[in-house]
């Protein structure tokens, strides 16, 4: 489907060209109800089931809005540096689309909550750079429509289309960058990093999901090129459908090569919506519009303004939480991590983890070992990342509780881990499940020993002689059949009392 | 006995209710064939419950009989305009684009109505969504003013009104945007009230002009309408909009009203709802209502809103804009009328195939107004400046209101005039909203009470009360004791 598009060598684009970047972030806010209505806020469910005459815009039907979403906002505004605004007011962006049950969008125009302010974003080398926050106000989600028949699953060429309006009404932050300049080969890094620490800031929120393959974290990036030349503003392109981290480092990447190849050849770059396709890392031009899209906005009128009083903003302050960056500085101080530990942890999005495991009870170490090494390696053989592996930081430690009370050798905790990765319950219920126990029954174990010594009789000879690194095949041996449930130090010790 | 029941007013039928005399069935009865009678000749309802309106009656009347406590107008028989959502029941604002659509929800007017009893016999004639001042826009025939069937009832609320002055319903709701409850009740000698807006919740009345709309009690007396104001008044949740403070206590004015005293009593005159356009009949009924009222013992003086002269313009331009927004959904996506869905059209021509059949000239004429207005580059011009005169218009209305404590005018030019004699001038038209439009501007209550008969043509006149936000009581003290120094001025021979 994807026509060839001519590229340019990246590192020719960067010698050439200053990219300048532009983030718009939409968040789906995981409160109760929806953002104007009473409706539950759920993901998925069946269709057209958490609805209401507000939200399938019906006639007469009017919104109300939700307090806990202006919570989230003012939340995410002082988190981001922003300034909270003392007045501002909901507007109409008015466009015809099947999914938006009242042909426009409730969102926040030229009045938004939160504006003015910065976040600071660390790059892989440690490399701290700050991304200007232009806005971040509310509106709300659409409805989804399955386009059913036709090649593209696109509306265009289907043979029918099914609406879900569940989405419809949920509440929405959307986070919008000042122009991102200056970061020129970095750019996709930028990019990526800029989405990492905003996903990390809201899960610390508590706001959002932030599942960006449920689409509770959705990212548009802008991206153009100045010629370094003229250091002339490029036009820009806006791609969406940039479903995860990667994706969103890999879509800036596209877009900066085609658009240098676009302007190479003589060529000026069209100003338009584009689509990444995960499965090609390319970006392909949207529907055309035949004009240009005049949004109409106005004041909504069924709706009172908002006015935050600066107690409730102080008062709302007092609620953020230790945030990302905070945390990281801490933790590095206390457990006295080098920067560059520090660094890899974050890279391999294992510090919360830890952080997470340390806090339900294990100990650091521990717990960096789990993750760093076993669970690190599990999930790169699933090809996920690690925070999607299906156990949680509880569990680790529960799993590492259960080694340090000696009920649990490391094999069989690693097999009751690999029992919570299969969906089989918690540690407990593997264990229980699958009969995972330490053999201490010594009388057991001499029994095992006994014969392990007599099946291998010329070890059992080299052991007598005082060749006591030979016990090493017999203590396998012993775990083996005992299916590792033993405890391995004790058979050593068996096995060197009876050819002692 | 049913010439009585059809003729007595909303307080007398409750009482009779109440007391045993008569059963709300019986009094429905009575009004359902009243509506049979004369319905083809007025075309005051689009849809007639009679089932639900004898359920309904039916259970009045146990409650009645089992001692229970009912509300004030509890078995009165009501008419309810066509822009109101009742669930299950067909709701069409008068408009073919939702035509068969059965509303899965009631309005919070429809239920605070069911609740206190009241018995809902269906649902009246307007014009297309509450656009227009006559009912002729309504995609399903003109209503007939009573008075006189050549000539149209007024607008929107055309069928509210009519039903009234026909004796189809003793009681009404209509919503008033730009005089849509007070017009109507002007031409056919009944009275209607818009409320300060927020007042009543929008909750459920289809949107024209969301920061205009106001609903509102009609009725042939003054004491009649302030009892449907008191249940369907009050903050609703469900309504951001709403003024989340006691109701005016309407009930208890209109009963003082009715001593006939105004002693001291502040009246101003707006001197911009005269001259030009005005029929001498509505004048000299004016002047008639202004002697009255000084009678009563009150001070009237004139008083000038200048920017009263930009109202008409300002509101024909905020009115479109909201509706260009509000009507949007009307996509033949979700619900109503769906036309050109063969399998070879895209969704876009659907929904352009439909909006084309489903809306009547004048509501595209507004769309296309509103969605001119809105556009970016004409933004500020239009949409910009009409904000700018509603602030003055409030503003003028502040001031009148330091030296006054009412204001009154002719609530409109004219006296009914013959349909179809304005159908093809809509600036005509829309002058017949002259006097009502600056307190849906402002948000601030008015109401219409009939000052007679013209002496030009015989046909009602309507006297408009205007209060400041919140003091609703005030004007229907006034008009409780005008009506009352007025006296009956007869009504229509069906
Ligand atoms: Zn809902």
């Not at chain 1, 060209?17 to 539950?40: I, S």
């Not at chain 1, 126990?437 to 009388?443: A, E, G, R, Y």
Request: with cysteine; aromatic share 6%.
């Amino acid at each position: 489907m994807t026509s060839l598009v001519e590229l340019m060598d990246y590192d020719e684009v960067v010698e050439k060209y200053d990219p300048v970047l532009g983030l718009e972030v939409h968040v789906e806010l995981h409160t109760n109800t929806k953002m104007f209505c009473g409706c539950a806020n759920v993901f998925g469910g069946e269709p057209n089931t958490n609805t209401c005459p507000t939200c399938l815009g019906l006639p007469g039907s009017l919104p109300v809005v939700n307090g806990k979403a202006v919570e989230s906002a003012i939340r995410i505004g002082l988190a981001l540096n922003c300034e909270i605004a003392d007045w501002c007011r909901f507007a109409r962006k008015n466009y015809f689309y099947p999914d938006m049950p009242k042909n426009f969008q409730t969102s926040q125009y030229d009045e938004p909550i939160a504006f003015n302010g910065w976040l600071d974003v660390t790059l892989d080398d440690g490399e701290v750079i700050r991304v200007e926050i232009e806005r971040a106000h509310m509106e709300e989600d659409t409805g989804k429509s399955l386009h059913v028949g036709g090649a593209t699953g696109r509306i265009h060429g289907a043979e029918h289309s099914l609406l879900d309006y569940n989405r419809a009404g949920v509440p929405l932050i959307e986070i919008v960058t000042k122009m991102i300049p200056g970061t020129g080969k970095r750019a996709p890094e930028v990019a990526r990093a800029y989405v990492t620490a905003l996903r990390d800031l809201l899960k610390a929120l508590d706001v959002s999901d932030v599942r960006m393959d449920q689409g509770s974290l959705r990212c548009d990036a802008n991206v153009s090129l100045s010629p370094k030349t003229t250091g002339e503003l490029g036009t820009r392109t806006e791609t969406k459908n940039v479903n995860s981290l990667r994706s969103v480092e890999r879509a800036v990447r596209f877009e900066m090569t085609r658009q240098a190849a676009v302007l190479e050849s003589g060529g000026s770059v069209t100003q338009e919506t584009r689509h990444f396709d995960e499965s090609s890392g390319s970006t392909s031009p949207g529907r055309k519009k035949e004009t240009a899209e005049d949004y109409r906005y106005f004041p909504e009128p069924d709706l009172v303004p908002i006015a935050p009083s600066r107690e409730w903003v102080e008062e709302l302050r007092g609620t953020l939480p230790e945030l990302p960056w905070e945390r990281r500085a801490r933790i590095q101080k206390e457990w006295n991590l080098t920067d560059e530990v520090l660094r890899d942890l974050v890279n391999a999005n294992a510090l919360d983890l830890i952080i997470a495991t340390v806090e339900a009870g294990a100990k650091p170490d521990e717990a960096r070992s789990w993750w760093v090494s076993y669970l690190a390696q599990q999930a790169n053989a699933k090809g996920i990342e690690l925070t999607d592996l299906a156990i949680t930081p509880a569990q680790v430690a529960r799993v590492v509780e259960l080694v340090n009370s000696g009920a649990l050798t490391n094999k069989l905790a690693r097999e009751a881990v690999n029992g919570v990765l299969e969906g089989e319950g918690s540690p407990d219920d593997v264990v229980e499940k699958r009969g995972l126990k330490v053999v201490s029954d010594d009388s057991a174990l001499e029994k095992a020993v006994d014969e392990a010594l007599a099946a291998q009789p010329d070890v059992a000879q080299k052991i007598r002689d005082g060749k006591i690194q030979a016990a090493g095949a017999i203590v396998g041996a012993v775990m083996k059949a005992t299916k590792g449930q033993a405890d391995a130090a004790r058979v050593r010790e068996i096995v060197v009392a009876r050819c002692s | 006995m049913t010439n009585d029941l059809i003729h007595a007013t909303a307080a007398e039928l409750a009482a009779k209710i109440h007391s045993g005399e008569v059963s709300s069935v019986e009094v429905t009865q009575a009004h359902l064939d009243r509506i049979a009678a004369t319905d083809e000749r007025v075309n005051a309802f689009l849809h007639v419950d009679t089932e639900g309106a004898l359920a309904q009656a039916r259970k009045v009347d146990e409650d009645v009989k089992a001692g229970k406590q009912v509300g004030p107008l509890a078995g009165v028989p009501l008419a309810l305009k066509d822009v109101m959502t009742t669930e299950g029941v067909p709701t069409t604002v008068g408009s073919k684009i939702l035509e068969g659509w059965l509303p899965p929800y009631d309005a919070t007017v429809t239920r605070k109505l069911k609740e206190a009893g009241v018995v809902i016999l269906g649902k009246t004639n307007m014009d297309e969504f509450a656009m227009g001042s006559s009912t002729e826009n309504s995609a399903y025939g003109p209503t007939h003013n009573p008075w006189d069937l050549d000539r149209i009832p007024g607008g929107s609320g055309g069928g509210s009104s009519a039903a009234l002055a026909a004796h189809q319903a003793p009681l009404a709701i209509g919503t008033d945007t730009g005089g849509s409850i007070r017009q109507p009740g002007a031409v056919t000698g009944t009275v209607g009230v818009k409320p300060t807006y927020g007042g009543v919740s929008r909750y459920g009345l289809v949107a024209f002009s969301s920061s205009l709309d106001q609903a509102g009690p009609c009725a042939r007396t003054v004491l009649d309408a302030a009892l449907l104001h008191e249940i369907i008044a009050g903050y609703d949740h469900m309504d951001s909009t709403s003024i989340n403070a006691p109701v005016p206590p309407v009930v208890a004015a209109a009963r003082e009203g009715l001593s006939g005293d105004l002693s001291g009593l502040r009246i101003g005159v707006v001197t911009q709802f005269s001259g030009e356009g005005y029929q001498q009949g509505v004048l000299r009924s004016f002047e008639a209502a202004v002697s009255q009222l000084k009678e009563l013992g009150a001070e009237i003086a004139d008083v000038s809103c200048p920017s009263f002269d930009y109202a008409l313009p300002a509101y024909y331009l905020i009115a479109p804009s909201e509706c260009s927004s509000n009507l949007a959904r009307f996509d033949a996506m979700r619900y109503g009328l769906r036309v050109g869905d063969d399998g070879t059209r895209s969704t876009e021509e659907v929904m352009s195939l439909t909006r084309e059949a489903g809306f009547g000239p004048e509501v595209k004429r507004r769309i296309m107004i509103g969605t001119y207005a809105l556009s970016s580059g004409y933004y500020d011009a239009y949409y910009g400046s009409a904000q700018k005169v509603r602030t003055l218009i409030t503003q003028d209305f502040a001031k009148a209101f330091e030296n006054f404590d009412v204001l009154i005018s002719p609530t409109t030019p004219t006296t009914a005039f013959k349909i179809g004699e304005r159908a093809n001038d809509p600036m005509a038209m829309y002058k017949a909203d002259l006097c009502t439009i600056p307190a849906n501007l402002a948000g601030t209550p008015a109401m219409s009470v009939p000052s007679g008969l013209s002496d030009e043509d015989g046909l009602p006149v309507g006297l408009q009360i205007m209060a400041p936000a919140l003091q609703d009581h005030r004007m229907y003290r006034v008009a409780a004791a005008y009506e009352a120094a007025r006296g009956a001025f007869g009504g229509p021979s069906l």
